[in-house]
């Protein structure tokens, strides 16, 4: 006979226990007595049918002692300290299927109240014993152990349903360190094992304690501790209040896409022709520049001067602050960065990747545009070498690093034709190429900067509501982005209403360009 039989009982014996009790504490503490005795002696109940009079025959046997014992200690009662419970004998016997349910319960449990229920209960230790074994007071020995006896019986028939659907997150990190991904691992490496994942998953919109987040994983809560103590020294989640943990950096869900497009159209609204006509008035004066094009079409040209155009114009306009980095704990400036949404819903933004190409012999950096709204294809960044080689390229027509270049046209980022010649598939811009380039751009967007400003700060003042209070500086940061990251949307607008041509689907909106 399983305990199951019993769970159906157990709203009512807490309703025997108020009408036996003066107080709500003591009926928890006697219906707790009544079915731990039940219990106990279950496996002794030979026939099902008579289980309710043999049951409430337990209760009132129990209720008596109970009362005796309230009777002789009430007038001692304490706020501060809840009296010993009256039965000290072991109550769970590993070898019995009936305590299987109570056992996983058991270990859902924290540890502040697992240790002490599974050192009276399993090792049929006293509360004194207890007390010495933890180097705790008794009474703060009594206190836990009523408290974990009341958590058994409210958990007891409960299994949360969202631990039947685990979460899959996708965590990666922006700033900057040094790292190659292989040698030295990105730092989301340490932290991307599922459980990780599910708990920074649940913890995101407020803290929780250990037992919270075990029942909402389904694991037992010394698993959960054990991964809460690495995101802790990785610096993933914070511990909010005494006991309770928050994550510590923002998951993107499709709540913010949703927001994005159901308001930033209507932010842009009045504005967005005037914006339109002078991304167009700028690619027709910037064309006239003799950069290298790659042989990119007119359309893909105009996305690229238009992006080009607003990464400036943030530069110089946006007073928007973003927050330097802390260090971590790897000596570097970084935070994770997490992401759930399904793609239904496209977020403010520009994805962007950069190779800067510090301290290498070349002089031009890389950069990589990923704009979702307008289906751009994805290449990651260049990195110095494959820099260096196109630069050589660029300025002399040759390369003395074979090896880079071999590995360039294996990445694609150039191509060796029939004829021999090789073909850099990335436009470029000198120094005195993008100067020209950003004063046709300051030309056309200055007049339009103060109106649009102050769509973008009235868009981010909503926006920043959907956010955890404690990111205020990721908030910040990507907030920063907004500015820019509206390019997109005025794009999409001009599309839709027949103003703007749409880049093919091979579309890759990269650019190499001279900083030193």
């Keep these: 006979m399983t305990n199951e039989i019993l769970e159906a009982y157990i709203d009512k014996v807490y309703g025997y226990a108020i009408n036996h009790t003066f107080s709500y504490d003591e009926a928890d503490e006697l219906s707790q007595e009544i079915l731990f005795t039940a219990v106990k002696q279950l496996p002794k109940l030979k026939d099902e049918s008579k289980l309710e009079p043999w049951l409430w025959r337990i209760a009132a046997n129990v209720t008596k002692s109970f009362r005796r014992y309230m009777g002789k200690q009430r007038a001692m009662y304490s706020y501060n300290s809840i009296q010993e419970p009256i039965y000290e004998d072991e109550y769970f016997n590993d070898s019995e299927k009936i305590y299987d349910s109570l056992r996983t319960k058991i270990a859902m449990m924290s540890a502040l109240y697992r240790d002490i229920i599974v050192l009276h209960y399993y090792d049929g230790l006293s509360v004194e014993q207890i007390s010495e074994r933890l180097n705790v007071p008794k009474g703060t020995v009594t206190w836990r152990l009523y408290e974990a006896r009341k958590k058994l019986k409210r958990e007891f028939n409960e299994m949360n349903e969202t631990a039947l659907y685990p ?19 990105f730092p989301e490496a340490y932290i991307n094992d599922a459980l990780s994942q599910n708990i920074l998953y ?22 959960i501790e054990e991964r809460m103590d690495n995101l802790l020294k990785r610096e993933a989640v914070i511990e909010a209040v005494k ?22 159209e209507k932010f842009l609204l009045p504005i967005a022709d005037r914006l339109v006509n002078a991304i167009l008035n700028i690619a027709d004066e910037a064309s006239l520049i003799d950069f290298y094009k790659a042989e990119k079409n007119e359309t893909e040209l105009l996305y690229l001067y238009g992006i080009l155009a607003f990464k400036y114009a943030s530069w110089k306009y946006c007073t928007l602050q973003f927050p330097d980095f802390d260090v971590k704990y790897d000596g ?12 239904k819903y496209k977020r403010v933004g520009i994805g962007e990747q950069n190779c800067g190409n510090f301290g290498s ?5 890389h950069t990589c545009y990923n704009m979702s709204l307008l289906n751009t294809n994805w290449r990651t960044m260049m990195y110095d070498y494959y820099i260096n080689v196109c630069e050589d390229l660029i300025t002399t027509g040759k390369t003395e690093d074979i090896d880079s270049l071999s590995n360039a046209i294996n990445e694609g980022y150039i191509i060796r034709r029939d004829n021999g010649e090789f073909f850099i598939t990335t436009p470029a811009f000198n120094k005195e190429q993008i100067s020209e380039f950003y004063e046709i751009a300051d030309k056309h967007l200055a007049p339009l900067m103060q109106e649009y400003s102050s769509i973008v700060d009235n868009f981010i003042r909503d926006y920043k ?3 955890p209070k404690h990111l ?18 005025i794009m999409i607008y001009g599309q839709k209403n027949g103003l703007l041509p749409k880049p093919t689907d091979s579309f890759v909106c990269d650019v190499l360009i001279q900083q030193k």
Excluded: H
């Excluded at 649940?202 to 010394?222: N, Q, R, W």
């Excluded at 012999?361 to 950096?365: A, E, H, I, N």
């Design 243 to 264: 006991g309770k943990y928050q994550t510590n950096f923002i998951i993107f869900t499709d709540k913010y896409g949703m927001f994005c497009e159901e308001n930033t």
């Design 361 to 365: 012999r070349g002089t031009y950096s």
């Design 332 to 343: 570097n400036r970084w935070n994770y960065i997490g992401y759930m949404e399904t793609g």
């Design 167 to 185: 979460k899959k997150l996708n965590i990666g990190i922006y700033g900057s360190g040094d790292y190659d991904g292989k040698r030295i691992p």
């Design 202 to 223: 649940y913890c995101y919109e407020a803290p929780l304690g250990i037992e919270d987040i075990s029942k909402l994983c389904g694991v037992p809560a010394y698993f």
């Design 472 to 489: 205020s500086n990721d908030v910040d940061r990507f907030c920063q982005g907004v500015f820019a990251g509206m390019y997109p949307n």
């Design 465 to 467: 509501k959907l956010f």
